[in-house]
């Protein structure tokens, strides 16, 4: 890859990469990997595994690497999109909707790791437009090389040719993936209101919820809203999408009377917007995630599986 400026390099030892700029890499690499393969775990897997070989290299062999920036991320991405390829064999048998990972606020990170809320700041990712869930579940309908060349170039800003030598194409074929994948994003994306209606919306989503109110439920559903769970087989949900408002209102009216008085439902930011979470003796078992077009809810995701709530839980 062609050399550049990578943040954190260190510049005492020109003939030797510096542990501090090596290492100030992870945290963008775990913002690479959570995007391509919508899992938190898989990312961290990615780093570590990309370190590993790093760290396998002699010390001559490392000096003769012009950029460890760049290199990091091709390894990093090389490891992506081979992981994406095999995902997709692993979903013929994973039980029920798979949905990417959701991810609290910085401030509510919880992963058992150091640091004075518990958590390691080089492992959290940045929260943006790009890690919505609803722009993950776009990506995630892509075709490996489609996402890798798109989260590359239109969110991490490398350009065409460093992008080339991860997917193994040449830099036009790229350029068409990306642009692809373009398209697919602008035929997905829904006009979304401020944060604070958004939150309102959601706000009124859960007291309706908690009353069992289906009319105003249904008032809050676009007539196609389509509500997606996520339960791996580790936890029980509905398997396939509910597709339309009125049965999405009637089957969570449901849900709540099978709750009853065991469940608190919090509000709170969830992949950086306003979401719900669902607690049961002080456990989160449920993290729902929406997508608000107007004053309507277009699509509600409830993730479930308690290997994609490790973030959330504090036991």
């Not at 949905?99 to 700041?121: A, F, K, N, Q, Y």
């Not at 869930?133 to 800003?157: G, I, K, Q």
């Not at 249904?218 to 009125?246: F, M, Q, R, S």
Request: charged share 25%; with cysteine.
């Amino acid at each position: 890859m062609t050399s550049r400026a990578e943040p954190g390099d260190d510049q005492s030892d020109p003939g030797e990469p510096g542990l501090g700029a090596i290492m100030s890499e992870r945290r963008r690499l775990i913002n690479l990997g959570y995007r391509l393969l919508g899992s938190l775990a898989d990312a961290e897997d990615v780093v570590q595994e990309t370190y590993a070989r790093w760290y396998a290299m002699s010390a001559r062999e490392q000096q003769a690497i012009e950029s460890p920036g760049a290199w990091l991320t091709t390894v990093a991405g090389r490891i992506c999109l081979n992981l994406l390829g095999s995902a997709r064999a692993r979903r013929e048998t994973y039980v029920g909707e798979w949905i990417p990972e959701p991810l609290p606020e910085p401030t509510e990170w919880i992963t058992g790791r150091s640091g004075p809320d518990g958590s390691d700041p080089a492992d959290r990712v940045t929260l943006d437009e790009s890690v919505t869930m609803a722009f993950l579940v776009v990506l995630d309908a892509m075709t490996p090389a489609e996402r890798v060349a798109f989260v590359l170039h239109d969110v991490f800003r490398y350009p065409f040719g460093e992008v080339a030598e991860i997917v193994g194409r040449t830099p036009a074929a790229c350029r068409q993936l990306a642009s692809s994948a373009r398209r697919r994003v602008r035929t997905a994306q829904t006009p979304a209101g401020p944060g604070a209606g958004q939150a309102g919306i959601v706000r009124q989503f859960r007291t309706a919820w908690e009353a069992t109110d289906i009319d105003a439920l249904i008032g809050l559903l676009d007539p196609d809203a389509v509500a997606t769970a996520d339960g791996g087989g580790l936890a029980a949900t509905h398997l396939h999408p509910i597709v339309g408002g009125e049965r999405i209102a009637h089957a969570y009216a449901e849900i709540a009377r099978l709750w009853g008085g065991r469940t608190t439902f919090l509000e709170c930011a969830v992949n950086g917007l306003p979401g719900l979470v669902a607690r049961q003796d002080d456990t989160v078992v449920t993290v729902f995630a929406f997508e608000i077009a107007g004053d309507r809810i277009r699509n509600v995701w409830a993730v479930r599986n308690p290997e994609k709530l490790r973030a959330w839980r504090t036991d």
